[in-house]
């Protein structure tokens, strides 16, 4: 069974940082690529950033891009997202989300995602 | 930037067949993924590359991609449809995933 777990949200202040996981079960992970997806509350969902299975493509939503950071470690099958300067309006649930082949691929898996508030 | 329309509401009976349309510049060039969302839960794919159904999902979901409009297509709508759908779909000059704003399903 495929499983996706996300973990390391919670309250930061703003300009602060957080880095989430999302640990992979149930499939070969390297063979993967891998999603951010967030989701403000009440709002739709926004592509955060994706990385290929071997890690040597990566890209960002233009609003994460400079402060975000995607990155994996194929050996613990997890997945990460190192998040700086933080602001208001990067509150939202984080799901971790994977790729059946390609770029353009969908997104057959979903984490149950990961609540991140930035507030003082 | 590469934008997906989607109308935010639409509402009918149980029975009847939903139509939720994803308007985007030559989308039917594209590959295009429907997802359905239910309050508090992740978001689950129900229609991927525009008209296949992956296992699990319901002979009743179909979709429709051509031209600028991409389509989602629900039969005998049942009250356990009831959710938020979102399409999505990959910018390649962008290099961007870009969803769609969503559209609330809402059966009466």
């Known amino acids: 069974e495929v499983l996706l777990v996300e973990s390391g949200g919670g309250l930061v202040q703003p300009g602060g940082s957080l880095r989430l996981s999302c640990a992979a079960s149930?499939?070969?992970?390297?063979?993967?690529?891998m999603n951010w997806v967030r989701q403000a509350p009440g709002r739709g969902l926004e592509w955060v950033s994706y990385i290929r299975g071997s890690g040597n493509t990566i890209y960002y939503a233009d609003s994460v891009k400079g402060r975000f950071s995607i990155s994996r470690d194929n050996a613990k099958k997890s997945l990460y997202l190192q998040m700086n300067s933080l602001r208001a309006e990067d509150t939202a649930v984080y799901y971790c989300?994977?790729?059946?082949?390609?770029?353009?691929?969908?997104?057959?898996?979903w984490g149950q995602g990961t609540l991140v508030t930035v507030s003082s | 930037s590469y934008v997906l329309t989607q109308p935010p509401s639409v509402s009918l009976a149980p029975g009847q067949t939903a139509r939720m349309t994803c308007g985007g510049n030559s989308i039917g060039s594209k590959s295009v993924h429907w997802y359905q969302q239910k309050p508090g839960q992740a978001p689950v794919l129900v229609v991927y590359d525009g008209r296949d159904r992956p296992s699990g999902i319901p002979e009743r979901f179909s979709g429709s991609n051509s031209g600028n409009t991409a389509t989602l297509i629900i039969t005998r709508v049942e009250a356990g449809d009831e959710a938020d759908y979102f399409c999505?779909?990959?910018?390649?000059?962008?290099?961007?995933?870009?969803f769609g704003g969503g559209t609330k399903l809402t059966v009466l």
């Open positions: 149930g499939f070969t992970f390297n063979d993967f690529e």
């Open positions: 999505q779909v990959w910018d390649s000059t962008s290099e961007h995933v870009v």
């Open positions: 989300a994977r790729v059946w082949h390609g770029v353009a691929g969908q997104y057959d898996y």
